[in-house]
């Protein structure tokens, strides 16, 4: 039998670690939008384990889309264009909160956040599990973050490296 917690070189942030961080964000969440129509657009397949346990800490009523836009191909390096796989939702005076996993370069949060602009929300907030720490060309800073992170390559709590690993229940690094 395969133990794929073998691969992982170190923990960054245990399940107990995200888990609090994640009530703490809902809570804050839950705070900004008490008067609002709030919207969220949680993007696969990533963010389906941050976005599950995140709508669970906001007390109030949302509505919840999912959509699957693809940057990186199954590698380790953004392709540098984005693909929006499926049709968006009605975006018009919605209080918008895009959910992702992870912000690398930005691209793709910048350019759905672009395209999704177009379509006369109320706002479009952008909200991510991790941060890398890189400059980002596009100027994009997520409204709503978990944890910041070096600039290294993490799996788990949704996260893969060609397709797998995304069900560890913590954040790590693979052994190279
Ligand atoms: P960006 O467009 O470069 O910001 O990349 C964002 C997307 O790339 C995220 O939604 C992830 O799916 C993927 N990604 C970026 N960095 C990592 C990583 O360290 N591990 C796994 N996926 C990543
Ligand atoms: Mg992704």
């Known amino acids: 039998m395969k133990d794929m ?16 961080k994640i009530k703490s964000l809902g809570r804050t969440i839950t705070k900004d939008y008490v ?15 941050f976005t599950a346990d995140l709508i669970r800490e906001i007390n109030i009523p949302i509505s919840l889309y999912t959509i699957t836009v693809s940057s990186y191909n199954g590698g ?20 918008v909160l895009i959910v992702d996993d992870i912000l690398d370069t930005g691209l793709t949060l ?17 909200c991510v599990l991790l941060n890398k720490k890189i400059e980002r060309t596009n100027m994009l800073h997520p409204d709503y973050f978990g944890f910041e992170i070096d600039k290294e390559f993490v799996v788990g709590y949704g996260l893969d490296f060609n397709g797998i690993y995304r069900n560890l229940p913590y954040v790590g690094i693979l052994k190279n």
């Open 5 to 20: 917690h073998c691969d992982i070189q170190n923990i960054l942030f245990s399940k107990t670690v995200i888990s609090a």
């Open 35 to 49: 008067d609002k129509d709030l919207t969220i657009i949680s993007l696969m397949t990533g963010s389906l384990l």
């Open 76 to 95: 380790k390096v953004s392709s540098g264009t984005l693909n929006i796989k499926d049709s968006l939702p009605n975006c018009k005076g919605k209080d």
């Open 110 to 126: 910048s350019s759905l956040k672009t395209f999704i602009e177009e379509f006369e929300p109320s706002s479009v907030k952008t």
